[in-house]
Each structure stands twice: as structure tokens, then as C-alpha cells.
């Protein structure tokens, strides 16, 4: 019997549409942190090449002004003729709000989810002040459904909290001051890690936090710097090794506070005799006056200071190595043209070649 072949296409047609369909194959998010000082300007250009690689969202790992004293960008566009004017007490309670307009907003519909940093807690601002300020970023309904998945009666806005897309738990720490990581924190991150080995539907863990954990090659910038930190940064890392081993799932660990890019943080002598090495970046790339490396940087996979730029992790459907992250360094020319007419290209030019001044 001879089949015509619109009968043909028609049958084809029944069996595609009876198939299951298929994951996305690839998708990637951007990540990046410390946007003080000259973040009004390197962060849109951040925006602007993450948004048109079309990721998913971006992660900010914390330190969005500078609170101690003014920003560079914020000092351009509010100086008067009487540099006397220039109130700090009114930066300050202005300083969050210039934030969210001048580097939140240029990722419009790009969901954006925010880690605290210590600039976040210096005085007068609190961890209290900083829950209402970027509720809409701390309780946003990726989050909020989420924290319902875990536990029904659970409603409490935090600043360390956990999401999970397609099989990859991304969970946001809060070591923004020396007394964290506290009990709290540690027994939500243990149940965290405790359910993510059991999941089935889990195959990875990516981890972000401002401080890196302890004994990094950047251990004089970090959870070091406490007693506590050391001690709970220490027991996380142990936890993380321990999920590692037992499941058989990658672990991925992120940090800004150092205002520098490094891959292969965990690199150290420490580490190598005291467990094992896991997966960890540092980038701090997102506006900050830059820090020199560390004398053991040599250490380090890759290693770049005095540059601006964020990460992407490109998520595929492998279980073994499933992230691939990529820094992408961003030049002076990025910087969107409305930002350079707002700031003025003597600013833009001068976050790009004096953040801090060369000597």
C-alpha cells in the first residue's frame, strides 16, 4: 500500500509530538562581587555582556558601596559647587538605593540573587536594615518557593539562603561578619547539604559566600580573619568534602572580598594534608579598588588583578563535571555610552587605569 506524503509528515508528526520532551542542554549564569568604588560604572557593562550571552541570572557575592567613605561614581554625579554639601550621613542612607538603580536595574528582566557582604554591616548599617532594604532580592519567589520545598512553615527572610535549577543547588552564605558562620547558619547548611546527598535530582553544589573559607590562597583576606570564621569556615569546608565523597557529586565554591580573579583558591598545603582540594574562585572583579595577589598566588590555576570582569558557569547535562566556568574580562570601551555621558569618560577612564592610584 503506497503511503501519499502529507499521510507520511502527519504520522511523523503523532510520534514527535508522543516523545518526551528534552532538557535544555546548556545554559549558563553569571557571577561576580565587590561592585564599591567604581561598580555605578563596571557594572552595567557587566549587565550588558552577561545579558546579551543570555544567562539565566546573575549572582552578586556581596560589597555594594563602600559606606565608610564615599564611592568614586556616587561622588561624580552628586558634587556641588560647595564640596562641603556633600553630607556622608546623606550617602549613607542614600548609598543602597544608588545601588539598585545604577547597577541592579540595568539587568532588567534578568533575575539578579544577592550575597552580603561586610560593606553590607558597616555602621550605620545592619544585617536588620540590609533584610528589609533587598527584600524583594531575599524573598523573591525562586527563593521563597524554594525555602517552602524545605519546610512548609517556614517563612523567614534570611541572608543565606538556597535554590535549585535543573539538578544544581546554588546556595548563597552570609560570612559578612567575624561571628558567622553562627549555630543557625551551620545546622541550615548541614540539613542543606544532608538533603542535597539523599536527592536523586541533585548532581552538583554550587556554593557562594563573600569571604572565601579558610587556609585559601588568599587566607589573609578571609574567614581566617576571626576565630569563628576560622573555626565554622573550617567545619563547612569538612562538610563539603564529606558531601563530595559520599555522594559522588562536584562541588563548586565561589568568593568575592578579594578584589582580584583567581581559579584553584584551595590550591594550599593545608588543604592537600588536611582532607582535599575542592573546586573554588575568587572574583571580586565588579568595580573594587584592586588588591595586589597574594605572594602564593603561584599557586593558583589562573590568577589576574588590576582588571574588571565576572565569571560564567555553562551548565550541561553531565553529572561528572557538569560547570564550566569562564572569566570574562570586560575593557573600558564596554562601559555602555549613557554610563560614560552620566560619569564622564575622565571617571570611566580613571576607574579603568587609578582604582586604586598607581604608585
Known amino acids: 500500500m503506497r503511503i501519499s506524503r502529507n499521510v507520511l509528515f502527519s504520522l511523523l508528526a503523532s510520534i514527535i509530538a508522543g516523545l518526551p520532551a528534552t532538557a535544555q542542554t546548556t545554559w549558563s549564569f553569571a557571577v561576580s562581587g565587590d561592585s564599591r568604588n567604581c561598580g555605578d560604572v563596571v557594572m552595567p557593562a557587566i549587565a550588558k555582556s552577561a545579558r546579551a550571552q543570555n544567562v539565566a541570572f546573575y549572582w552578586h557575592l556581596g560589597d555594594y558601596r563602600a559606606i565608610y567613605r564615599f564611592d ?11 564640596p562641603r554639601a556633600m553630607n556622608i550621613a546623606a550617602y549613607q542612607q542614600n548609598a543602597w538605593g544608588d545601588f539598585i538603580t545604577n547597577q541592579l536595574k540595568p539587568f532588567g528582566s534578568t533575575p539578579v540573587f544577592l550575597a552580603i557582604g561586610n560593606h553590607e554591616l558597616i555602621p550605620p548599617k545592619t544585617r536588620a536594615e540590609y533584610l528589609v532594604e533587598f527584600a ?3 524573598d523573591s519567589p525562586t527563593i521563597r518557593e524554594q525555602r517552602s520545598r524545605d519546610n512548609a512553615e ?5 541572608s543565606y539562603y538556597h535554590w535549585i535549577k535543573d539538578g544544581i543547588d546554588f546556595i548563597t552564605l552570609d560570612n559578612a561578619s567575624p561571628d558567622e558562620f553562627d549555630s543557625a547558619q551551620l545546622n541550615w547548611v548541614k540539613s542543606v547539604f544532608t538533603r542535597d546527598a539523599e536527592d536523586t535530582s541533585v548532581r552538583a553544589l554550587v556554593v557562594g559566600m563573600h569571604e572565601a573559607l579558610p587556609q585559601s590562597i588568599s587566607a589573609d583576606h578571609s574567614m581566617d580573619q576571626s576565630a569563628q570564621g576560622e573555626t565554622s569556615g573550617r567545619q563547612v569546608y569538612q562538610w563539603l568534602l564529606a558531601f563530595k565523597q559520599k555522594s559522588a557529586k562536584p562541588v563548586y565554591v565561589l568568593a ?5 580573579f583567581m581559579e584553584g583558591i584551595f590550591n594550599t598545603d593545608f588543604w592537600h594534608q588536611n582532607g582535599g582540594v575542592l573546586l573554588g574562585w575568587i572574583i571580586g572583579t565588579a568595580g573594587a579598588e584592586r588588591y595586589a595577589l597574594p605572594p602564593n598566588s ?6 589576574k588583578t588590576h582588571v574588571y570582569g565576572y565569571m560564567t558557569g555553562t ?25 560614560v555621558a552620566r560619569y564622564t569618560s575622565t571617571l570611566v577612564h580613571d576607574c579603568w587605569v587609578n582604582n586604586p592610584p598607581t604608585k
Open 72 to 82: 568614586q561614581d556616587y561622588w561624580q554625579t552628586h558634587q556641588t559647587p560647595d
Open 136 to 138: 524583594d532580592w531575599l
Open 154 to 158: 517556614d517563612r523567614a527572610v534570611r
Open 256 to 260: 568575592s572580598h578579594s578584589h582580584f
Open 298 to 303: 603561584s599557586g593558583a590555576k589562573a590568577a
Open 315 to 339: 551548565v550541561t547535562q553531565s553529572n561528572d563535571d557538569p560547570i564550566h566556568f569562564t572569566f570574562h574580562e570586560l575593557a573600558e570601551s564596554d562601559v555602555p555610552q549613557d554610563v
